[in-house]
T-cell receptor
Framework: NAGVTQTPKFQVLKTGQSMTLQCAQDMNHEYMSWYRQDPGMGLRLIHYSVGAGITDQGEVPNGYNVSRSTTEDFPLRLLSAAPSQTSVYFC?????????FGSGTRLTVV | GNSVTQMEGPVTLSEEAFLTINCTYTATGYPSLFWYVQYPGEGLQLLLKATKADDKGSNKGFEATYRKETTSFHLEKGSVQVSDSAVYFCALISNSGGYQKVTFGTGTKLQVIP
């Protein structure tokens, strides 16, 4: 059972570039979410989805887009990368309480 | 809104010492409470949980009791090991508008030295 799979594990982008962080889960969970983790700030919610076709903004959505066409996949798109988006990104899924996290994507924007 | 407050780290302990990491929360209704652990270079893993007042969650020698009267969920372990070195996150999950909403604390880094 793979759980939550994130790719890539590491990425370096130049300012202004776009990219998509992939997240897939095989547990048939309805709820999926994206967080960024920065030193001293804990986890901050970027976007979340309560099911296929339904997404909503979290605490820090600016500069990011999401879509949820299937239950399994929840990609996060950076439209025009900025140095302030340098962070570690975690995808998580949940059903009925308790969250399962992916292993993270470490993104550096130069 | 909901909030979770954890003691600031890092916490440095010698092996076999007693561990307490404080966590208090503010929430409406009856949230479920969780402790997650993050080892270096990895994602968060569920350590233990409690879903109602006076419940005690336990796992791998760690314990935490849901105290509604003090709105607390302190994490304890009687004898820490070097392998317990990690960042620990307290979290609560509440239902909001029919959906789950999770709130994390900022994390407490634990360093255990031999």
């Amino acid at each position: 059972n793979a759980g939550v799979t994130q790719t890539p594990k590491f990425q370096v982008l130049k300012t202004g570039q776009s990219m998509t962080l992939q997240c897939a889960q095989d547990m048939n969970h309805e709820y999926m979410s994206w967080y960024r983790q920065d030193p001293g700030m804990g986890l901050r919610l970027i976007h979340y989805s309560v099911g296929a076709g339904i997404t909503d903004q979290g605490e820090v959505p600016n500069g990011y887009n999401v879509s949820r066409s299937t239950t399994e996949d929840f990609p996060l798109r950076l439209l025009s990368a900025a140095p302030s988006q340098t962070s570690v990104y975690f995808c998580a899924s949940s059903q009925g309480g308790g969250y399962t996290f992916g292993s993270g994507t470490r993104l550096t924007v130069v | 809104g909901n909030s979770v407050t954890q003691m600031e780290g890092p916490v440095t302990l010698s092996e076999e010492a007693f561990l307490t990491i404080n966590c208090t929360y503010t929430a409406t209704g009856y949230p479920s409470l969780f402790w997650y652990v993050q080892y270096p270079g990895e994602g968060l893993q569920l350590l233990l949980k409690a879903t109602k007042a006076d419940d005690k969650g336990s796992n791998k020698g760690f314990e935490a009791t849901y105290r509604k009267e003090t709105t607390s969920f302190h994490l304890e372990k009687g004898s820490v090991q070097v392998s317990d070195s990690a960042v620990y996150f307290c979290a609560l999950i509440s239902n909001s508008g029919g959906y789950q909403k999770v709130t994390f604390g900022t994390g407490t880094k634990l360093q255990v030295i031999p």
